[in-house]
């Protein structure tokens, strides 16, 4: 919905992360490297401003299934 493959999609998606109060270069960062508080105030912030910028629902509820080492399959694989 932000349209991030464009320019223009990219700036407003920087200007909702620095509204929400999130350093633009911790943003940057790999999610792996995403410290868990970090990641616990996105969620909780992220629902506060969805109205503004059209979002909607922006987060569920899932599983993951695994079978064996390699094989992994997410419930948004399947939907």
């Known amino acids: 919905k932000l ?5 223009t999609g990219r700036q407003r998606l ?7 109060g999130f350093p633009l270069d911790q ?3 790999p999610w792996a490297f995403v ?12 629902e506060e401003c969805t109205e ?3 979002l909607g629902n ?3 509820t899932g599983f ?5 080492y390699k ?8 939907s």
Do not use: F, H, I, P
């Open 3 to 7: 349209q991030v493959w464009k320019q």
């Open 14 to 20: 920087m200007e909702l992360l620095a509204k929400m």
């Open 27 to 29: 943003c940057r960062q």
């Open 35 to 46: 410290g868990t508080s970090m990641r616990r105030r996105l969620r909780e912030r992220l």
């Open 52 to 54: 503004e910028y059209g």
């Open 58 to 60: 922006v987060s569920y």
């Open 64 to 68: 993951v299934r695994v079978t064996g």
């Open 71 to 78: 094989s992994l399959l997410s419930a948004s694989d399947m």
